[in-house]
């Protein structure tokens, strides 16, 4: 449930996100202010590595007030600005999806397209949104922990460098061990298996319940819904305030039976996952340990095991439309 309009909402956007290099910074503002009308704020073009400053100085003048700081850019920038505010009830963050993937935004709810997202500013309000955490680290959505998942989304980023020949070695690696059998193994304990379990699977991830799945509607179904589906089947609708660990077993069978499911955001219910939901969860690597990558809301990040992953409730006030 949302709640609490705000009146005016201003912005601090990352000039080199995706979607501004294409359309160009007049352009991307021009579209934004027009959408916001009356409502739109200030509106400042930072770099990257300003972002942080940005907000703590809006933080600083504007927390309290019913204005709305809107982040625009990808993940990376919308969780800089997140990890600024952790905690406080006195600051209304959103976000336009102005990066490249857009993973969280999407998740979310807002539109791919960042003028439709903007539109959606006409509706909606605050909610809190618990925050997960990883060895220090930050997420809104989930990590991904297995080989597979890794190999997807490393080809996505040679291909996004025109690497084209290893981001084709790389998809088809991962298509090649979800189906076929390439498992991943892990030791987890929680505080429902305190004394530890063994897990196995072709996909593992942990998720922030935060986020439910969303059911795809529109036909014909092509490649920008399957993309949709696949960057909205974070979640565990009966679950918020807790996370969510999904091991999917299915391989040759199971990825094609777990497909309908996906479209429809019912696959957390699907008997090719098997699934544990707790406050707290720790994470040993099956294999030789030290440093690994995993996935944290889409992006690639090196990290240590074990993993320690926690929920901070409620973390941050986020603007979601209905």
């Known amino acids: 449930m949302t709640s609490q309009q705000a009146e005016i909402f201003d912005f601090i956007v990352n000039r080199r996100g995706g979607t501004v290099l294409k359309h160009g ?34 933080v600083g003048e504007n927390a309290g007030t019913r204005r709305c700081l809107v982040i625009g850019g990808g993940d990376g920038t919308l969780m800089s600005a997140v990890e600024q505010i952790l905690g406080r009830d006195d600051v209304m963050l959103g976000v336009l999806p102005l990066g490249t993937q857009n993973f969280v935004a999407r998740q979310l709810g807002f539109s791919a397209d960042f003028k439709k997202a903007a539109a959606q500013y006409k509706s909606g309000g605050s909610a809190g949104m618990d925050v997960g955490e990883v060895n220090g680290m930050h997420f809104l959505v989930g990590i991904t922990l297995d080989r597979n998942s890794l190999d997807y989304f490393e080809g996505r980023e040679q291909l996004r460098d025109n690497n084209r020949i290893s981001a084709l070695r790389k ?51 092509n490649m920008a819904t399957y993309r949709d589906a696949v960057t909205r089947v974070m979640g565990k609708r009966k679950s918020a305030g ?8 299915g391989g040759l069978f199971g990825a094609p039976a777990l497909a309908p499911d996906v479209l429809r955001g019912t696959w957390d219910a699907s008997k090719f996952i098997e699934k544990e939901t707790a406050a707290r969860f720790l994470v040993r690597d099956g294999g030789a340990g030290g440093e690994k990558s995993i996935i944290l809301d889409g992006e690639i990040k090196k990290v240590q095991y074990p993993l320690k992953v926690k929920i901070i409730p409620r ?8």
């Not at 807790?242 to 077993?249: A, D, N, R």
């Not at 973390?315 to 209905?322: A, C, D, L, N």
């Open 171 to 221: 998809s088809f690696a991962a298509a090649a061990g979800v189906l076929g059998g390439k498992s991943s193994r892990f030791t987890v304990f929680s505080d429902e298996s305190k004394a530890g379990r063994e897990i196995e699977g072709r996909i593992v991830a942990i998720t922030n319940n935060s986020i439910v799945p969303q059911a795809i509607r529109r036909l014909p179904y």
């Open 315 to 322: 973390g941050v006030k986020m603007f979601r439309p209905e």
């Open 242 to 249: 807790k996370l969510s660990l999904y091991v999917f077993k």
């Open 25 to 58: 910074e007049d352009a991307v503002r021009a579209e934004v202010l027009s959408a916001f009308g009356k409502k739109a704020g200030t509106f400042a073009y930072v770099a990257g590595d300003e972002v942080v400053a940005a907000v703590r100085r809006w």
